[in-house]
């Protein structure tokens, strides 16, 4: 447990606190002071939540009891609060408020400097010897001439769970362990959770070609879903970073040379890459899903480089171990362990950094049904977090700016679809404009412009150029596209509030090539 007169002791051994030792030499001469280069206070440490444990503490106030209650009496007020505005003449002019504070939160965010990520590293090569040179010197000031030798990695693993996976994971295990990253500072753990297909026999004879790769069987009278699946690798695990993936991920050789420059501050407790939909071509479906992850990659990363809330997506995300261990690891009694962590980490005071590059390739659903049902799973998960931890989310472990980030997008992103049915009825019973109409329009606005945004930073990581017209053009395809959200938000909520909860892993199904 940290103690609050850790905040005046020197970053060298706080980072040694944070994630062992075997960072200290790393974070000591490859990552910079946090005081350099970066807009907050030199003075500043970083120091998680003092007191108890975090753990602890979402043992004692975790609300996971009550959840269909809960979920009923949000939507209620929902329905109340929507309905009186619409009983009085001033109703809309709320509406119009919550309008500019969402633009101004938004506008902000686009406005604020992107993050800027460190010089990745190079590996001499992907064998046992741990030393990395820099790919191109960064300034002095950042690394003073002593810091120019070769240094060392943290060390990391790779987790991947399956269920009935065998059509891909052989292909995603390969590609992990082929990684250009010192042999000895990386394994790949594929967790086989009761497959009923041949995932379990192809992970087997996977780890007869690879040194690197461990593999953990989970049989029938396993629980807790994917949660419990990593849960189970984790025992076995001592590294300083955690990184997890889907069974169809992809990514480029030198990835983790690109990702572990990152956390490059202490606070930074996670990292999420950008997901790209490696089947984007296919079908209109598909083509929407990859301008979704390029929206979600851009507004996730400024919401971060604006202090507010950055959040995990599953594949492709690290997270420190001691962050992790604090955090009471991977929720088991919840259907999106990644959006569950997010929260878990902010409130125990740690930042989670979204960015645009590197990307993690998986595939996308290419059908309506399995969108929704891989969507309905996302907004029950994402909301049901809320509910959870709400005696958490109003006492003062967030900072202002988290808090106000939190509230202006769980209003927009799950309480306007669920007050777009009431608001719709009374707008048609009393004949005039639905209260939420400005709120509605300044999303359409701000959607517009984050995709615009989102697409051209991809492009320019690309080494490609994409002009603002392209970009717009393609914006409006996208923002036609997310309009499906409402719809799900709005069943979502309102099935929540009915229908009990189910806790399995529903998994989305991967075709591979």
């Not at 001499?124 to 300034?139: F, L, R």
């Not at 419990?228 to 991920?249: E, Y």
Request: charged letters at 20%; aromatic letters at 8%; a neutral charge.
């Amino acid at each position: 447990m940290l103690s609050n007169n850790q905040t005046t002791r020197d970053v060298k051994p706080l980072i040694e606190t944070l994630v062992g030792q075997r960072l200290v030499e790393h974070a000591a001469e490859v990552f910079p002071d946090p005081s350099a280069g970066v807009d907050r206070d030199p003075s500043e440490t970083f120091t998680p939540s003092a007191g108890d444990p975090f753990d602890h503490l979402l043992n004692s106030f975790a609300g996971y009891r009550g959840r269909r209650l809960k979920a009923a009496l949000l939507l209620a007020m929902v329905w109340v609060v929507t309905g009186s505005l619409h009983a009085v003449s001033w109703g809309i002019g709320v509406g119009a408020i919550g309008a500019i504070v969402l633009g101004v939160h938004g506008f902000r965010a686009i406005a604020t400097p992107q993050a800027v990520s460190r010089q990745p590293l190079t590996t001499a090569s992907n064998g046992t010897d741990s030393e990395v040179t820099p790919a191109s010197m960064p300034p002095a000031s950042l690394h003073p001439p002593e810091s120019s030798a070769s240094r060392r990695w943290p060390s990391v693993a790779l987790l991947v769970a399956a269920k009935d996976e065998a059509s891909v994971i052989g292909e995603t295990i390969e590609k992990l362990c082929a990684l250009n990253f010192p042999g000895d500072r990386y394994e790949v753990w594929a967790i086989n959770d009761n497959s009923s297909d041949a995932t379990g026999a192809v992970l087997d004879c996977l780890a007869q070609q690879f040194d690197r790769l461990h593999v953990v069987h989970r049989g029938s009278e396993a629980r807790g879903g994917k949660s419990g699946a990593l849960n189970l690798a984790l025992q076995r695990i001592s590294t300083d970073v955690i990184g997890v993936f889907d069974a169809d991920a992809r990514v480029d050789p030198d990835f983790l040379q690109q990702v572990l420059p990152l956390f490059d501050r202490p606070d930074i407790g996670a990292v999420q890459v950008r997901k790209s939909i490696s089947n984007a071509n296919e079908n209109a479906w598909t083509k929407g899903q990859a301008i979704e992850m390029v929206l979600d990659a851009y507004l996730q990363g400024q919401r971060y480089a604006l202090g507010g809330i950055g959040e995990l997506r599953g594949n492709g995300q690290f997270v420190r171990r001691d962050a992790l261990s604090r955090c009471g690891y991977f929720n088991e009694v919840t259907i999106t362990d990644d959006l569950d962590l997010s929260l878990r980490l902010h409130l125990d005071g740690w930042d989670v950094r979204c960015t645009t590059w590197p990307a993690v390739y998986e595939e996308g659903v290419t059908d309506v049904v399995a969108l929704w049902h891989q969507r309905s799973r996302w907004a029950e998960g994402g909301y049901q977090r809320y509910m959870d931890y709400w005696r958490l989310l109003t006492s003062d472990r967030l900072s202002p700016m988290k808090r106000l980030d939190l509230v202006i997008f769980v209003g927009a992103q799950y309480l306007l679809p669920a007050a777009a049915i009431p608001d719709a009825i009374g707008a048609i019973a009393l004949g005039h404009l639905p209260v939420w109409l400005p709120i509605t329009l300044m999303s359409a606005v701000l959607t517009l412009s984050w995709i615009s945004c989102g697409l051209r930073r991809v492009a320019t990581a690309s080494g490609e150029s994409l002009s603002w017209l392209s970009a717009f053009g393609q914006a409006i395809r996208g923002t036609i596209y997310m309009l499906h959200w409402i719809v799900v938000m709005a069943a979502t909520t309102t099935r929540m509030a009915f229908r009990p909860k189910r806790l399995k892993w529903v998994k989305t199904v991967h075709r591979g090539a």
